[in-house]
């Protein structure tokens, strides 16, 4: 499956973001999705996962609270709603799509969309 994603920019601590992440392909209600994150750095490292029906959603503690994930399977996309933004926040957000494996790994996922900037300013 491919994926693209979009949404990021620079937003002012407090502020909010939805990202989006689109993908192509008829099968995408059979990925688990996740979106991750890296900042300058540092290691990538996992944001939110989401179950294939979208019943079930994790959050990194860092996150829990602030961060909504959700997906829309008529749509073929994903989304990260991104609440009470703070500084430590900024880093280029990637989605990405897996069939098995662990949620919370990198490794896991077999497909990353591009990646999106959100720049949070204080």
């Known amino acids: 499956v491919q994926l693209q994603a979009s949404g990021g920019g620079l937003v002012q601590a407090g502020g909010f973001l939805r990202l989006s992440c689109a993908a192509a392909?008829?099968?995408?209600?059979?990925?688990?999705m996740g979106w991750f994150r890296q900042a300058p750095g540092k290691e990538r490292e996992f944001v939110s996962g989401?179950?294939?029906?979208?019943?079930?959603?994790f959050y990194a503690d860092s996150v829990t609270g602030r961060f909504t994930m959700s997906r829309d399977n008529d749509k073929n996309t994903v989304y990260l709603q991104m609440n009470s933004l703070k500084p430590e926040d900024t880093a280029v957000y990637y989605c990405?799509?897996?069939?098995?494996?662990?949620?919370?790994?990198?490794?896991?996922?077999?497909?990353w969309g591009q990646g999106t900037l959100v720049t949070v300013s204080s």
């Open positions: 989401i179950s294939l029906s979208g019943g079930n959603k």
């Open positions: 990405a799509a897996r069939t098995g494996g662990s949620m919370w790994s990198a490794l896991s996922y077999e497909s």
């Open positions: 392909g008829r099968t995408f209600s059979s990925y688990a």
